[in-house]
């Protein structure tokens, strides 16, 4: 927990008890379903729960914003994000069935009255939202050009609505293929763990 206590020193009792459980949890579930890469289970904290709560790190939403998280798998980034931002709605949506239902659980656990979960396949969903999360479920102009149309028009932020995709590595060529405006953010440049040495958070934005 000192992992995110060292960059958001703000959270209140509730917030980290949730982290904590949320925590504790994805130990008790990921021994039943394979949520996230057991080798990966010792860093829960720095490269799973912090990764998903970078973006609030750089994105501060206003009451009421609607988000839906695509391929959420586990509900990452969602579940971090949706305990951190309580006054937003968050939609958690994966096509694998028996991650949603571990999911649901979750969110009932953790007493999250701002989550839903469905199990649908992204291209199927009608409703518009605010934002898009995402952790890299796919190249980034693929995911760009399937879920484009679901980014609402009216804006609720000072800043655009539009995809906010966790990402790493060197996607240059990626980029060059968006129609959108795109603003990159270098998550080394907030974390000292070298886990973000190639971590980025892009925004695309009309």
Do not use: C
């Amino acid at each position: 927990m000192k992992d995110i206590l060292k960059y958001f020193d703000a959270l209140n009792e509730d917030q980290i008890r949730k982290i904590e459980q949320l925590h504790d949890l994805y130990l008790f579930w990921n021994e039943k379903i394979n949520l996230i890469s057991r080798k990966e289970m010792p860093y829960l904290y720095p490269r799973h729960i912090l990764h998903s709560l970078s973006i609030a790190r750089v994105f501060d939403f206003a009451p009421n914003t609607k988000i839906i998280d695509i391929g959420t798998g586990g509900g990452l980034p969602g579940l971090p994000l949706a305990i951190y931002f309580p006054q937003v709605q968050f939609h958690l949506v994966d096509s694998i069935g028996k991650k949603i239902k571990v999911v649901n659980e979750l969110i009932k656990e953790l007493k999250l009255e701002n989550v839903t979960a469905t199990q649908i396949r992204g291209e199927k969903i009608k409703d518009r939202y605010d934002f898009i999360t995402s952790r890299a479920v796919t190249n980034l102009p693929q995911f760009f050009q399937t879920f484009k149309h679901l980014i609402a028009n009216r804006q609720s932020n000072s800043f655009p609505n539009g995809i906010i995709y966790l990402k790493g590595g060197d996607f240059d060529d990626e980029l060059k293929k968006l129609s959108w405006y795109y603003r990159i953010y270098l998550l080394k440049e907030i974390f000292t763990d070298n886990f973000f040495d190639t971590k980025k958070i892009v925004h695309v934005y009309k």
